[in-house]
Nanobody, 125 residues
Framework: QVQLVESGGGSVQAGGSLRLSCAAS??????LAWFRQAPGKEREWVAY????????EYTRAVEGRFTISRDNARSTMYLQMNSLKPEDAAMYFC????????????????????WGQGTQVTVSS
């Protein structure tokens, strides 16, 4: 049974860094992704990583600032967030795609059937 539990959120000033973690038990063969949702906005895809940890992709808004990674030995996924901006403030969710082989991942939220409860990131200017 897959269980996803996020941690690491908090409050930082603009320009600061945070590292989010997602304990993803039972999900080592799945694509994993980070999504975020700001108040009044739709949940949006941030980044994904395939089961091997080799294929990653980012939404343009975070490219060059965020790094997604995973450690399958620890069944954990990470999101290192640097140079944070106020517009990065949101609830961040980790998600798993149980369909497919886990080698090729999707940006489309509809593929991600398994979700964590979220961790809040606040960025002050």
């Amino acid at each position: 049974q897959v269980q996803l539990v996020e941690s690491g959120g908090g409050s930082v000033q603009a320009g600061g860094s945070l590292r989010l973690s997602c304990a993803a038990s039972g999900a080592n063969t799945y694509c994993l992704a980070w999504f975020r949702q700001a108040p009044g906005k739709e949940r949006e895809w941030v980044a994904y990583i395939n089961k091997y940890g080799k294929d990653t992709e980012y939404t343009r808004a975070v490219e060059g600032r965020f790094t997604i990674s995973r450690d399958n030995a620890r069944s954990t996924m990470y999101l290192q967030m640097n140079s944070l901006k106020p517009e990065d403030a949101a609830m961040y969710f980790c998600a798993a795609d149980p369909s497919g082989s886990g080698a090729i991942c999707a940006r489309n939220i509809n593929y991600y059937a398994l979700w964590g409860q979220g961790t809040q990131v606040t960025v002050s200017s």
